[in-house]
């Protein structure tokens, strides 16, 4: 078992930035990733980051957003800058026991963490 736990969410208004941080309580052999989910939508993919660094972007936050992950202390961070009001969502950081698909499918996945919260508004 995992335990991931998320930190750094907030309420900005559009073009500020925000870093959220997921502490993990062991190493993962597979991906490590982060989702959002908007009230009454499905979650998805926004970063994923493989063992070997390899990183994927949803279309929709490529350039403004960036992953990355520090081995020796287990956390998993994602810059965000540009904010914009359709960001807005509940931030779930994500780990895999193993590799498989692609680290934007929540089905690549085992352990969430409960999420923060990100709230983008003038």
């Known amino acids: 078992q995992v335990e991931l736990v998320e930190s750094g969410g907030g309420s900005v208004q559009p073009g500020a930035s925000l870093r959220l941080s997921c502490a993990a309580s062991?190493?993962?052999?597979?991906?490590m990733g982060w989702f959002r989910q908007a009230t009454g939508m499905e979650r998805e993919g926004v970063a994923g980051?493989?063992?070997?660094?390899?990183?994927s972007y949803a279309n929709s936050v490529k350039g403004r957003f960036t992953i990355s992950l520090d081995n020796a202390e287990s956390i998993l961070y994602l810059q965000m800058d540009s904010l914009k009001p359709e960001d807005t969502a509940m931030y779930y950081c994500?780990?895999?026991?193993?590799?498989?698909?692609?680290?934007?499918?929540?089905?690549?996945?085992?352990?969430w963490g409960q999420g923060t919260q990100v709230t983008v508004s003038p």
């Open positions: 994500a780990s895999a026991a193993w590799r498989r698909g692609s680290c934007l499918y929540v089905s690549s996945y085992d352990y």
């Open positions: 980051i493989e063992l070997n660094g390899s990183r």
């Open positions: 062991k190493y993962a052999r597979g991906c």
